[in-house]
């Protein structure tokens, strides 16, 4: 095996056996804590521009399938393991993950300390790094330079979302999904409760997205800062209060930002599977499938119409809103999970209870 280096900003370097791509990589290095699921995971879309460590160690044992892929193509700059499991076994396998990540032109790094890169991200927060051949020409100050002068990046939206609206037909109530990069479990839930879904960009207007008379309105997740996506803000700011709506992950930050709340980055974010989120309304504890670097900050919800339905009992944040006058709640997980446990599935059911009102209410008016 060649060997490869994963340099950090800091000037923190380690070495370690190279898979998939060839090529050199940089992008914006995190954890994710999740034990099964790593090909949801490497096709999320909201890990645009990032470099990806595991911290469970033994990664790629049951290869890859056409079933669990989350999105077409994946968007991630890396991918980082303790062990990479060279002959996985598993009866829907059908290429390994080396070979999946060579044919998506990505570059990964096996047997480095995960759990030293792991605890530097936890305390320094996510940093900037580089994937690159082991050689004697590498010159290791000088791409810590380079990384330490290469601004984050922006506007990551726009690289994920479609560029044109497409159809997910079905027989029960319309669904108009805006698309600021969804994972298509979510895509997958609405249809299996028969909803004719349309899915549209992120930078569809609000009159465009009202002429498709949408029964209600579902905004996925994504990547990035929330702050960026100046238009979806905009937006949701004229739909609220005319249609049904539920956000999920960057979909619930918008619905806060468009109400007046303001975000902020997270030091390591919340990553993984398996993350505990208690449901204010019910008392009950969820165990959440999150990928996200904001939050909204509490403080900033005094003088909004909104109300914090679930709270994260790792470190306390907001993980669910709702809104005092109009059929419009949200939560910071991923109730479709994909991967992750399914505590918070019974959410699309709700989203579906809240358009049969909708439309009750509507007949009687």
Do not use: W
């Not at 990505?106 to 792991?118: A, F, S, V």
């Not at 010159?139 to 726009?158: A, C, D, F, G, S």
């Not at 990035?224 to 992950?249: R, S």
């Not at 996200?292 to 003088?303: A, C, K, M, Q, R």
Request: with cysteine; charged share 25%.
């Amino acid at each position: 095996m060649k060997k490869r280096l994963l340099i950090l900003e800091d000037g923190t370097v380690f070495e370690g056996e190279a898979f998939g791509s060839e090529r050199a990589s940089q992008g914006e290095v995190v954890f994710t804590t999740g034990m099964t699921g790593y090909q949801e995971t490497l096709t999320d879309p909201s890990f645009y521009g990032q470099i990806v460590t595991f911290t469970y160690p033994l990664i790629g044992n049951y290869g890859i399938n056409s079933d669990d892929f989350e999105a077409i193509a994946p968007v991630i700059r890396g991918v980082v393991v303790r062990e990479l499991t060279k002959i996985p076994s598993n009866f829907r396998c059908e290429i390994t993950l080396d070979e999946y990540l060579k044919n998506q032109d990505i570059p990964g790094i096996e047997g480095i300390d995960t759990r030293k890169l792991t605890r530097i991200i936890r305390s320094k927060g996510a940093v900037r790094a580089m994937l690159t051949a082991a050689d004697e020409e590498v010159n290791v100050e000088e791409i810590v330079r380079q990384l330490n002068e290469t601004p984050y990046l922006k506007n990551h939206v726009k690289e994920v979302s479609p560029k044109m609206p497409f159809p997910s037909p079905g027989r029960g109530k319309r669904v108009v999904l805006m698309d600021f990069g969804m994972k298509k479990g979510i895509l997958r839930e609405l249809n299996n409760r028969h909803c004719d879904v349309l899915v549209v960009p992120y930078n569809t207007p609000a009159e465009k997205i009202l002429s498709f008379r949408p029964e209600g309105i579902l905004l996925s997740n994504g990547p990035g800062n929330p702050a960026d996506v100046t238009e979806g803000i905009e937006t949701i700011k004229q739909l609220i209060g005319k249609v049904p709506m539920f956000g999920i992950c960057l979909g619930h930050q918008l619905i806060a930002l468009a109400c007046g709340a303001k975000s902020y980055k997270l030091p390591f974010g919340h990553r993984g599977a398996n993350h505990p989120v208690k449901n204010l309304q019910t008392g009950i504890v969820e165990i959440t499938s999150q990928n996200h670097g904001y939050v909204i900050d509490e403080n900033s919800l005094e003088g909004t119409d909104l109300e914090i339905t679930h709270v994260s009992l790792n470190d306390g944040t907001i993980e669910g809103l709702k809104h005092k006058k109009y059929p419009v709640f949200s939560v910071q997980f991923h109730p479709e999970a994909s991967p992750g446990p399914e505590d918070s599935n019974y959410l699309f059911d709700e989203f579906i209870k809240l358009m049969e009102q909708a439309g009750e209410e509507k007949q009687h008016a």
